[in-house]
């Protein structure tokens, strides 16, 4: 069986770890905070104290941090991935990155020997638990389908999309729609609650549409309750609307909303909503209408 190694027991990789261990895999880990790590120990899993100790011991190594900067230190940085380098070791980066910083570290990678897969996620922790992700897939398909048991145990359903990089800009496209989706909802329940009406029946009337979707039929209702406990930080998608408008610059094309979208996020995470779920944007809204 694959051994499988996973760099950065945050919100995500911890549920990811979870489930391959309660898949029967064997797993390496590593966090740069150590206690992150505690319940996949628990688990079973065996931690260690740098990424060159991962890769020593794994077959596949999956990269899940916060962004392209934080994937570079762990793979290229002091005890990085590289150090722990051997035959056949590949690493499958999860974490939400630009596609032209992924086309460089895959290069940066290569010239170690080392061939690195995209295989950026839709879906959350709560998701993740249960191997429910949906993955897209990039880079060397041969390389990626010798491990293909990996990756159908974390996700139930895979998007293999062509050359390196490919996958993280399909992800970004997948951000946009998470970003705007939250806004929109944010903005019709701020609407509807000015006009002293029930936030709630706003959420009937929309999920009795075509205009529905899944945040409508779940998250809204946590959001009108106030209930804001993070499974994807504000901050994060903050990171990735950032990543989005870069990616944009880069691609040549215009994403009016997407810029906008990401002036919005960063006045609120000024204002504090950071560590919040991605879905306090609403909060930021309506504390907005209070001044
Ligand atoms: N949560 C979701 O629903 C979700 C869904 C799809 C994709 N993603 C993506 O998955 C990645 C992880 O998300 P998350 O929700 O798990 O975030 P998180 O809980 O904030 O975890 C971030 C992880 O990155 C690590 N990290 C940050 N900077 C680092 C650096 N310079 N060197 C080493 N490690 C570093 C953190 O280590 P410390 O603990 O030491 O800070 C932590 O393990 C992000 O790219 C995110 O966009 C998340």
């Known amino acids: 069986m694959t051994r499988v190694g996973i760099i950065g027991t945050g919100m995500l990789g911890s549920a990811v770890g979870i489930h391959l261990l309660d898949s029967g895999f064997e797993l390496t880990a590593y966090n740069r905070t150590k206690s992150k790590t505690d319940e996949l120990a628990k688990k079973g899993a065996r931690v260690v104290d740098f990424p ?25 940085g002091n005890n990085g991935i590289v150090e722990g380098s051997h035959d056949g070791l590949i690493v499958a980066d999860m974490s939400t990155i630009n596609p032209v910083e ?37 880079g060397n398909k041969t390389i990626f389908e010798k491990h293909r048991k990996v990756f159908d145990t974390i996700s139930n359903q895979i998007f293999f999309l062509g050359e390196v990089g490919t996958a993280h800009a399909v992800k970004l496209a997948m951000n946009i729609q998470i970003a ?36 409508s039929e779940n998250k809204a209702y946590k959001m009108i309750k106030g209930s804001f406990e993070p499974t994807f930080t504000l901050t994060n998608l903050k990171k990735d609307l950032d990543t989005i408008n870069e990616a944009a610059m880069a691609f040549g ?36 209408k209070q001044k």
């Open 52 to 76: 060159k100790d991962v890769a020593k011991s794994s077959d596949v190594v999956i990269t899940i941090v916060k962004n392209a900067d934080a994937v570079k230190d762990v793979s290229f």
């Open 253 to 288: 094309v215009s994403l009016p909303i997407s810029a906008k979208a990401n002036e919005i996020f960063q006045k609120a995470v000024d204002a504090g909503f950071g560590d919040l779920d991605y879905t306090a944007i609403l909060a930021y809204i309506k504390q907005l």
């Open 180 to 215: 705007l989706l939250a806004l929109a909802i944010s903005e019709g329940i701020t609407l509807a609650r000015g006009a002293n009406v029930d936030p709630e029946i706003f959420l009937k009337i929309l999920n009795s549409t075509y205009f529905k979707t899944g945040m």
């Open 102 to 138: 992924s086309k460089i570290i895959a290069k940066k990678f290569s010239e170690h020997g080392i061939t690195m897969l995209d295989t950026p996620v839709m879906g959350g922790p709560n998701v993740a638990i249960d191997g429910k992700l949906v993955m897209m897939a990039s």
